[in-house]
């Protein structure tokens, strides 16, 4: 089995690309580095089943040989990210996936796009489900990144409807873990090396705000078992932790995992912030045989141990 992963140095797509090389798949890693890493893949280099590709997928796209699976996960995701590359962000949640998707009409090849909980907008409902349509200012701060996905939701079910394309898309709500870059304005790697460096963590507004956060690991499962499944064409699943805890109490619980003594600093609200964020998960549930394994405190504390190395280099 051969499978494309587009912005394979980023977070996500390295563990990706570690989870289906260990499956035994042969792994294509494209990514133009605007936003990933290289040494997120490093390791991988020389590593017989696996071949990089420098490039940017908003420009035209092909690949030799056959595909059997895309994973388009190519894009700035956090909002220091995407609202330092707004147009790009736009571009490669665009035209970035009609080409992946028009890649994977030509090589018959089944298509995960890696959506985002950010299509829900500062949702009305709680939790989120997958047939709640969200409410998202359209011309906001935030829609460069929020309104490209769903963007791209639409056509990917285009492409299924007029073309029969094999497509699924995977709504992810916030990750957390290894490789998360220190400075890319989160709130779980920001409030960690504040805390590991004894400096001020900031909470936004009130910190009465929520999220629900997976450990890295349990995501790529979830991913996992949604690209290998059969029968889910046009499948929209919810994959994030429904634990929800508000920022304060996160704040808290970091202080606490890292032995820290550096004070809370209450800072004015964000604009756009949303609420309350939360996934429903019955339906990842019910079709995958997934949800996530790992409790905050025990994802926080395996995130640590790998931060404290990386603080060190």
């Known amino acids: 089995m051969r499978v494309l992963i587009t912005g394979c140095a980023g977070f996500i797509g390295s563990h990706l690309c570690d989870r289906f090389l260990k499956e035994g798949f042969e792994v294509i890693g494209m990514d133009n580095f605007i936003t990933g890493n290289p040494d997120n893949i490093a390791h991988l280099i020389g590593h017989p089943k696996f071949k990089f590709i420098h490039y940017n997928v908003v420009n035209y796209l092909y690949v030799d040989g056959p595909l059997d699976l895309i994973l388009h996960f190519a894009c700035p995701a956090s909002p220091v990210d995407y609202l330092n590359h707004p147009i790009h962000t736009m571009k490669v949640d665009s035209l970035g996936t009609l080409n992946t998707l028009g890649l994977a009409k030509l090589k018959s090849a089944r298509y995960v796009f890696a959506s985002s909980s950010e299509v829900y907008g500062d949702p009305q409902v709680h939790p989120q489900r997958e047939d709640y349509w969200g409410y998202v200012n359209p011309v906001s701060v935030r829609s460069v990144y929020s309104e490209a996905k769903r963007f791209s939701e639409a056509l990917c079910m285009a492409y299924w409807r007029e073309h029969k394309v094999d497509v699924r898309i995977a709504r992810i709500f916030n990750t957390y873990g290894e490789r998360m870059r220190m400075d890319d304005g989160r709130v779980i790697p920001t409030f960690l090396s504040r805390a590991l460096k004894g400096e001020p963590i900031p909470v936004h507004g ?16 979830g991913i996992f078992k949604l690209s290998i499944t059969d029968h889910l064409e046009g499948q929209v ?11 304060l109490d996160l704040a808290k619980l970091v202080l606490e995992v890292t032995n820290s003594d550096s004070p809370i600093q209450m800072l004015k609200g964000r604009e756009e912030d949303p609420r309350r964020r939360c996934p429903d998960i019955r339906k990842a549930k019910e079709l995958l045989g997934w949800e996530p394994k790992t409790s905050l405190k025990e994802g926080l504390k395996k995130t640590v141990e790998w931060l404290k190395s990386y603080l060190r280099r």
């Open 206 to 221: 009130d910190g009465s705000q929520t999220r629900s956060f997976c450990y890295i690991e349990d995501l790529v499962d």
């Open 237 to 247: 699943i919810n994959l994030g932790n429904p634990e929800e805890i508000s920022i």
